[in-house]
Each structure stands twice: as structure tokens, then as C-alpha cells.
């Protein structure tokens, strides 16, 4: 009869056993399943409407430009400070200048409202790679200035300005003809050696990224639209792509691109060398480039870009784009899009709007997420992003 | 024989080019100038001419291809801030590029449309970095990297009103002597300045604006010539010093021509200042300035 027990009970310790076994293994090797994206919405401001709170002493603030006006938000989306201006503001997040509408001279002031310095110029500043750059002379000078009100350096210009990006170590200008120009830390120019095959390239879009500096420059000349079409639309216009590491400017790679561009292209450098542009033709996409300038992906959009950022420690890229009519189907505002993207060009999330004006005000990395603030016509979100 | 050939090839060329000229068109009908090409504009030479019309369409100066479109309200909007406002540019066969700026932002052509002499490209506005509802006409010979003055492509306006001299002065350092009125001062170097008018007709507003040519003799020598055809800017590497480029050479801050420096003798030299405009209207100033002794002066 124990016999009889004993060899039922066998089975069990058997299974119990091997049991056993697969949950060490489990514990032991745990399945890696496919991280998962995270979006959650963190707070949302009407900052024209809002009270201004006393965010004194608050450090980190987002400054945002909004439509007749600009708002200085704490992380928290409180109102730290709002101003209203009728021709425009340039701000970052140390100081902020109202633009006039015949300018005689620039009043710089701090965050909170208070005088900081004057800039005796006559010109329309704007801030880049947190350096005051003032566009003055009807477009025929840009300068730089600090902001204590100090003039660092002025030029002149071949033309009027369509482009401009600075860092730290590089500032680059594209004017209207002439060709780009690129100035070093020292204030020596930067030769970019022979443009290649285009003789009078209009300079569209410069961008300065990555550490050390690379240099894109978006040039060329659209080909008439009469005569474009998907086959015949490539080589009007021109990527190239520099490396600024060695104090020269070391062509890379240089791609004819296809599509119609202009002032506001798209074209944007990561700190990991890949590149993003826009094309809208036949169909919006943006491409992805490889630090050496080979494709990587492309990724449709519903509509032009208009801005991209990289979401670095995830990493991710967010591309905002935004249709030029609009639409009855969305309260006649124009449409615009906001999509996540992998570096391979998969999509991991997307949201869609409609609002006259899309920006993306601020992005930065912050225990392991990206925070990202997105202005919306007059309202602000901010959303936090975290791969699981 | 050779010599003859060339003559002749010279000859077509010119005529070519004046045919390629004589075809452009004004971008307003009913053109009013309200500053000239090389005019002192408030701290900065304009680089090309501005225009009032009597309609506000803005058409191009001749066919070509729209290459950059840039639609600005007043040079806030989200993007790079533009001094010029809205602007048009347009390329056209002869490797000239017109730039079309202070437009409307509202009514804008695309990038890549084919443009021709009836296609409205803009409305005349007041966008940027201007003080009134006008069109400034940008002109760029792309192959040799200049400014042309537009008026010199445009058909001719009438005019028949010459320049003005309107102020002349010896300048010692700060100190600026009426040579109109003063004839007599102490020997040694002065700089020769001057405000010197042009008011072409048909013209807008009561603005005063810079001659087509401007040349100052002083003792029988030419010290400061200036025609204002062409202008090169030459992109200068950026300096690390405060107000290490004077940008504006041709004008002082005051906005008066800078005719260059000439020593005051003793004994009497005269000087001659002689302006014209595009139609060829010309005015000529000219004085005498004496020396005179220490004792005298007291």
C-alpha cells in the first residue's frame, strides 16, 4: 500500500522539481521584453490667463514665446513671469529683449521683469547657443553682444541673413548669396573650401550640434516647380555636412536632396552626429543621416517638419510638424503633429493638434526622462517621457 | 582688322546688355523713389533703392524663379527675426537676383514658382526694420559678388531738379568750421564734410537722398571720387574688440560725406565739390579758404 503511495507521489516531486528549476532559471535569467514608452502628461498652462506666482529663487525656467507676449514657467508649470510685447521678444533663460518696431536701441532684462543692461543698437536681436547676436543695418550687419550690454564683434554681410546657428565654439551664418560663413572661437574664419557644383547657392538652413562641433548646411537653389517631378526633382539642392573638430572644416559627406526648401527647412544635428531633415516633396518625411552622411531611415509625417529635438538619454527624436492650411474639420487652425521616434525611424508614440502655432518651447533630460514643454497657440504641456 | 573685330564684338556685347537692361520693368507701377541706392539710412548705406507706387502689387523687375520666400509680420515671428520683413527673392537668366523686401506677409509666392512680369509676387507693406509703407529693391550680381543700384536697370524717371550742396565744413577733430560762411581759418589739415542732397523727381516724402556721383577736388587735385553703381561688402572676419569696423566710411555719424582730408595752406586754396544725379543734372560748389595768422584769429 506505501508502495503504491510512494510510486504516485514520485510524479509530483518530479513536476514540483522541475518547477523548481524554471523559476531559478527565471530568476536567474530574467525574459528582456521590448521596453515600453511612457508619455504622461505632467501639467498644462494658459500662461496669459493664469496668476503669476512669486517663483523667486527659482532656478530652472522655461521661457516660452507666445502670440503678442512670453512667459518665464517654473519645472511645475507655475507662472514665474509674463510680459506682453507687440513686435516680438527674444529670450532665453537668462534675459529677455523686446524687440521694437524701429529700433534704436535693445533693453535687456532678467527673468523676473528687472533692468539688466542696455545694447546700443539698432537691430533685431535674437539669442543662439546662449550668445546675443543682434541682426541690425536693414539685414546688412549681424553683432554679438554680452549681456551686459558689451560689443564682442560686428560684421557685415554679402546679403541678407536667411539662416544662422551658433554653439559655443562656431557661429555660422547663411546669407542670401555669397555663400555660408563660419567664424571660430577666435573670431577667424572658418574656409569651407569650394561649394561644389552649385555656382550661386541660396544658403537655406545651417545647424551647429554634436560635441565637437559638425557643421549642415542645406544650400543650393530650388529647380523651377513647373518643371518638377518626382523623377526630375534631385540635385537643385545640397546637405553637406562638415566636421569642425580640427579648427578647419572637413567635408564629410555631401548629398543632392530632392524637394523645394526655404527659410524655414529643417535641419538639425544631435550630440551623436546623426542628422535630421525635413523634405516635403512629393510627400513630407524626414530623413535620418548617419554621422558619416549614409541614410539611415526615413520616416513619413503627415505634414512638413518644422522642428526637431533629441530626447538624448532615452534615445529618441521628437519631430513637430505642422500643415500651412487650414482645417474645417479642426476648427479652421491648421493641423500639426508631435512624433516620437527611435533612431532606426520607428515610431513610439505621435499625438495630433490643431493650433495656429506649434513650438516646442523647452526639452532637457532629467533622472532618466525627457521633459518636454510644447506650446499650443496660447497653451502650454508638458509632457514626461521614460522608456521602461 | 583685329582690332576692328573686337570693336565690333565689344559693340554687340554692349548692345546686348542694353537690351537684356531695357527689359526690365518697375516692381510698382507708378514708381516713386524715396531713397537712392548708397543713401544714409540711420546709421547704415542702403544697398539698394526704396519705392513708393502708386498701386500696392509688387511685380518682379523681369521672369525668373522665386529661390527664397520669408514671411515675417515685423521681424518677431517664431524663426529668425528679419530686418527685411517679408521678402520675395527672385533669380533671374542673367545671373542678377532681385530681393523684393517690407512686403505684406499675406500674399506670397512658393519657392520654385516660375514668375514672370505679370505675376504679382507681394503687396507693398511696412514689415522690418523701415519706417513706412514702401518697397525696398534689393539688386545682387551674383557673378561678381556686388550690389548693382537698381536704378541703373530700371527704366529712366524723369528728373530734371539737380543735387544739393547743402552744407559744407572743415572739421578739426570735433570743432566743424562753416566754410560757406567762414573763408578763412588756420593752416593745417581738415577733413572736408559735407550734406549733399539729391531730390529726384518723381519723389516721395521730404527725405533728401545721396547723388549718383559725387567728386571733391581741392588745389587743382581730386581727393574723393565716389559713383554709386556697384557695392562690394566683403564678409570681415569677426574681431574681438569694440567697434573695430567703421561700416560706414562714406558718411560720418552725422551722416554728412566724408570727402577726404586736405591741408589749408598758407596763402589760399579752393575747393570744388561737384554732384550729380543719374539723369545727369549736376551741381558744383565752389569756395575759397584763406589762412590766416594766430595773431589775427586773436
Same mark, same amino acid.
Given at each position: 500500500?506505501?508502495?503504491?503511495?510512494?510510486?504516485?507521489?514520485?510524479?509530483?516531486?518530479?513536476?514540483?522539481?522541475?518547477?523548481?528549476?524554471?523559476?531559478?532559471?527565471?530568476?536567474?535569467?530574467?525574459?528582456?521584453g521590448?521596453?515600453?514608452l511612457?508619455?504622461?502628461?505632467?501639467?498644462a498652462?494658459?500662461?496669459?490667463?493664469?496668476?503669476v506666482l512669486?517663483?523667486?529663487?527659482s532656478?530652472?525656467?522655461?521661457?516660452?514665446?507666445?502670440?503678442?507676449?512670453?512667459?518665464y514657467?517654473?519645472?511645475?508649470?507655475?507662472?514665474?513671469?509674463?510680459?506682453?510685447?507687440?513686435?516680438?521678444?527674444?529670450?532665453?533663460?537668462?534675459?529677455?529683449?523686446?524687440h521694437?518696431?524701429?529700433?534704436?536701441?535693445?533693453?535687456?532684462?532678467h527673468?523676473d521683469?528687472?533692468?539688466?543692461?542696455?545694447?546700443?543698437?539698432?537691430?533685431?536681436?535674437?539669442?543662439?547657443?546662449?550668445?546675443?547676436l543682434?541682426i541690425?543695418?536693414?539685414?546688412?550687419?549681424?553683432?554679438?553682444?554680452?549681456l551686459e550690454?558689451?560689443?564682442?564683434?560686428?560684421?557685415?554681410?554679402?546679403?541678407p541673413?536667411?539662416?544662422?546657428?551658433?554653439s559655443?565654439?562656431?557661429?555660422?551664418?547663411?546669407?542670401?548669396?555669397?555663400?555660408p560663413?563660419v567664424?571660430d572661437?577666435s573670431g577667424?574664419?572658418?574656409d569651407?573650401?569650394?561649394?561644389?557644383?552649385?555656382?550661386?547657392?541660396?544658403?537655406?538652413?545651417?545647424?551647429?550640434?554634436?560635441?565637437?562641433d559638425?557643421?549642415?548646411?542645406?544650400?543650393?537653389?530650388a529647380?523651377?516647380?513647373?518643371?518638377?517631378?518626382?523623377?526630375t &526633382?534631385?540635385?537643385?539642392?545640397?546637405?553637406?555636412?562638415?566636421?569642425?573638430?580640427s579648427?578647419?572644416?572637413?567635408l564629410?559627406?555631401?548629398?543632392?536632396?530632392s524637394?523645394a526648401?526655404?527659410? &524655414?527647412a529643417?535641419?538639425?544635428?544631435?550630440?551623436?552626429?546623426?542628422?535630421?531633415?525635413?523634405? &516635403?516633396?512629393? &510627400?513630407?518625411?524626414?530623413?535620418?543621416?548617419?554621422?558619416?552622411?549614409?541614410?539611415?531611415?526615413?520616416?513619413?509625417?503627415?505634414?512638413p517638419?518644422?522642428?526637431?529635438?533629441?530626447?538624448?538619454?532615452?534615445?529618441?527624436?521628437?519631430?513637430?510638424?505642422?500643415?500651412?492650411?487650414?482645417?474645417?474639420?479642426?476648427?479652421?487652425?491648421?493641423p500639426?503633429?508631435?512624433v516620437?521616434?527611435?533612431?532606426?525611424?520607428?515610431?513610439?508614440?505621435?499625438?495630433?493638434?490643431a493650433?495656429?502655432s506649434?513650438?516646442?518651447?523647452?526639452?532637457?533630460?532629467?533622472?532618466?526622462?525627457?521633459?518636454m514643454?510644447?506650446?499650443?497657440d496660447?497653451?502650454?504641456?508638458?509632457?514626461?517621457?521614460?522608456v521602461? | 582688322?583685329?582690332l576692328?573685330?573686337?570693336?565690333?564684338?565689344?559693340?554687340?556685347?554692349?548692345a546686348?546688355?542694353?537690351?537684356?537692361l531695357?527689359?526690365w520693368?518697375?516692381?510698382?507701377?507708378?514708381?516713386?523713389l524715396?531713397?537712392?541706392?548708397?543713401?544714409?539710412?540711420g546709421?547704415?548705406?542702403?544697398?539698394?533703392?526704396?519705392?513708393?507706387?502708386?498701386?500696392p502689387?509688387?511685380?518682379?523687375?523681369?521672369?525668373?524663379?522665386?529661390?527664397?520666400?520669408?514671411?515675417?509680420r515685423?521681424?518677431?515671428?517664431?524663426?529668425l527675426?528679419?530686418a527685411l520683413?517679408?521678402?520675395?527673392?527672385?533669380?533671374h537668366?542673367n545671373?542678377?537676383?532681385?530681393?523684393y523686401?517690407?512686403?505684406?506677409?499675406?500674399?506670397?509666392?512658393?519657392?520654385?514658382?516660375?514668375?514672370?512680369?505679370?505675376?504679382?509676387?507681394?503687396?507693398?507693406?511696412?514689415?522690418?526694420?523701415?519706417?513706412?509703407?514702401s518697397?525696398?529693391?534689393?539688386?545682387?550680381?551674383?557673378?561678381?559678388?556686388?550690389?548693382?543700384?537698381?536704378?541703373?536697370?530700371?527704366?529712366?524717371?524723369?528728373?530734371?531738379?539737380?543735387?544739393?550742396v547743402?552744407?559744407?565744413?572743415?572739421?578739426?577733430?570735433?570743432?566743424l568750421?562753416d566754410?560757406r560762411l567762414?573763408?578763412?581759418l588756420?593752416?593745417?589739415?581738415?577733413?572736408?564734410?559735407?550734406?549733399?542732397?539729391?531730390?529726384?523727381?518723381?519723389?516721395?516724402?521730404?527725405?533728401?537722398f545721396?547723388?549718383?556721383?559725387?567728386?571733391?577736388?581741392?588745389?587743382?587735385q581730386?581727393?574723393?571720387?565716389?559713383?554709386?553703381?556697384?557695392?562690394?561688402?566683403?564678409?570681415?572676419?569677426?574681431?574681438?574688440?569694440p567697434?573695430?569696423?567703421?561700416?560706414q566710411?562714406?558718411?560720418?555719424?552725422?551722416?554728412?560725406?566724408?570727402?577726404?582730408?586736405?591741408?589749408?595752406?598758407?596763402?589760399?586754396?579752393?575747393?570744388?565739390?561737384?554732384a550729380?544725379?543719374?539723369?545727369?543734372?549736376?551741381?558744383?560748389f565752389?569756395?575759397?579758404?584763406?589762412?590766416?595768422?594766430?595773431e589775427?584769429?586773436?
Amino acid at each position: 500500500m506505501q508502495k503504491g503511495i510512494s510510486q504516485r507521489t514520485r510524479p509530483l516531486r518530479h513536476t514540483l522539481a522541475a518547477l523548481l528549476v524554471v523559476v531559478a532559471l527565471v530568476v536567474a535569467y530574467p525574459a528582456r521584453g521590448r521596453p515600453e514608452l511612457t508619455v504622461r502628461a505632467l501639467w498644462a498652462s494658459v500662461p496669459a490667463e493664469d496668476p503669476v506666482l512669486d517663483a523667486t529663487g527659482s532656478e530652472a525656467l522655461i521661457p516660452v514665446v507666445l502670440d503678442g507676449g512670453f512667459a518665464y514657467l517654473t519645472p511645475e508649470g507655475s507662472i514665474a513671469y509674463r510680459g506682453r510685447t507687440a513686435y516680438g521678444v527674444a529670450l532665453c533663460d537668462a534675459a529677455f529683449v523686446n524687440h521694437s518696431r524701429t529700433p534704436s536701441q535693445l533693453v535687456l532684462q532678467h527673468p523676473d521683469g528687472a533692468y539688466r543692461s542696455t545694447v546700443p543698437v539698432a537691430g533685431y536681436p535674437v539669442f543662439a547657443g546662449g550668445r546675443l547676436l543682434v541682426i541690425a543695418d536693414a539685414g546688412g550687419a549681424v553683432s554679438e553682444w554680452t549681456l551686459e550690454g558689451d560689443r564682442i564683434w560686428r560684421m557685415e554681410l554679402p546679403a541678407p541673413l536667411l539662416s544662422l546657428d551658433a554653439s559655443s565654439d562656431h557661429l555660422v551664418l547663411g546669407p542670401l548669396a555669397g555663400g555660408p560663413i563660419v567664424i571660430d572661437q577666435s573670431g577667424a574664419r572658418v574656409d569651407l573650401g569650394s561649394p561644389g557644383a552649385q555656382k550661386h547657392p541660396v544658403v537655406y538652413r545651417v545647424a551647429l550640434g554634436g560635441t565637437p562641433d559638425r557643421l549642415a548646411i542645406l544650400s543650393g537653389t530650388a529647380p523651377a516647380a513647373d518643371d518638377r517631378t518626382p523623377d526630375t &526633382d534631385t540635385g537643385g539642392l545640397v546637405l553637406s555636412l562638415y566636421d569642425l573638430a580640427s579648427g578647419r572644416a572637413d567635408l564629410l559627406a555631401r548629398r543632392a536632396i530632392s524637394g523645394a526648401a526655404n527659410a &524655414d527647412a529643417l535641419v538639425a544635428l544631435f550630440s551623436d552626429h546623426r542628422l535630421l531633415y525635413g523634405r &516635403d516633396y512629393p &510627400d513630407p518625411v524626414v530623413v535620418g543621416l548617419e554621422p558619416d552622411g549614409s541614410l539611415e531611415y526615413e520616416l513619413s509625417l503627415p505634414y512638413p517638419a518644422r522642428a526637431a529635438v533629441e530626447l538624448s538619454g532615452l534615445p529618441l527624436y521628437a519631430v513637430l510638424s505642422s500643415g500651412a492650411l487650414p482645417d474645417p474639420a479642426r476648427g479652421f487652425l491648421p493641423p500639426a503633429s508631435l512624433v516620437v521616434a527611435d533612431r532606426a525611424g520607428r515610431v513610439a508614440a505621435s499625438a495630433r493638434w490643431a493650433a495656429a502655432s506649434v513650438t516646442i518651447a523647452h526639452h532637457e533630460w532629467i533622472d532618466h526622462a525627457g521633459l518636454m514643454t510644447i506650446r499650443l497657440d496660447d497653451r502650454v504641456l508638458a509632457v514626461r517621457m521614460e522608456v521602461r | 582688322m583685329r582690332l576692328r573685330a573686337r570693336l565690333w564684338c565689344a559693340a554687340l556685347l554692349t548692345a546686348g546688355l542694353a537690351a537684356t537692361l531695357h527689359a526690365w520693368q518697375w516692381p510698382v507701377s507708378g514708381p516713386a523713389l524715396h531713397a537712392t541706392f548708397g543713401t544714409e539710412a540711420g546709421g547704415f548705406v542702403l544697398r539698394g533703392v526704396q519705392i513708393e507706387g502708386s498701386e500696392p502689387g509688387v511685380y518682379p523687375v523681369e521672369a525668373g524663379v522665386v529661390v527664397a520666400v520669408v514671411a515675417r509680420r515685423d521681424g518677431s515671428d517664431s524663426g529668425l527675426p528679419s530686418a527685411l520683413g517679408s521678402y520675395v527673392v527672385v533669380d533671374h537668366d542673367n545671373s542678377f537676383r532681385s530681393v523684393y523686401a517690407h512686403l505684406e506677409p499675406g500674399y506670397l509666392p512658393a519657392v520654385g514658382q516660375v514668375v514672370g512680369p505679370a505675376t504679382r509676387i507681394g503687396t507693398v507693406g511696412s514689415s522690418g526694420q523701415i519706417d513706412r509703407r514702401s518697397l525696398r529693391l534689393y539688386v545682387i550680381d551674383l557673378e561678381s559678388g556686388e550690389y548693382v543700384n537698381p536704378l541703373l536697370l530700371l527704366p529712366d524717371l524723369p528728373d530734371r531738379s539737380a543735387p544739393q550742396v547743402l552744407e559744407v565744413y572743415a572739421a578739426d577733430g570735433e570743432v566743424l568750421f562753416d566754410v560757406r560762411l567762414l573763408h578763412e581759418l588756420l593752416p593745417g589739415p581738415y577733413e572736408i564734410v559735407a550734406r549733399i542732397w539729391d531730390r529726384a523727381a518723381p519723389a516721395t516724402g521730404a527725405v533728401g537722398f545721396a547723388p549718383y556721383s559725387v567728386r571733391f577736388v581741392a588745389g587743382g587735385q581730386e581727393i574723393f571720387a565716389v559713383t554709386k553703381d556697384r557695392m562690394r561688402i566683403e564678409p570681415q572676419a569677426a574681431r574681438v574688440e569694440p567697434g573695430a569696423i567703421n561700416t560706414q566710411a562714406l558718411y560720418n555719424a552725422d551722416g554728412l560725406y566724408r570727402l577726404g582730408t586736405i591741408e589749408v595752406p598758407h596763402g589760399s586754396i579752393e575747393i570744388t565739390i561737384i554732384a550729380r544725379d543719374l539723369a545727369g543734372n549736376a551741381t558744383t560748389f565752389t569756395t575759397n579758404i584763406s589762412s590766416r595768422t594766430e595773431e589775427a584769429s586773436e
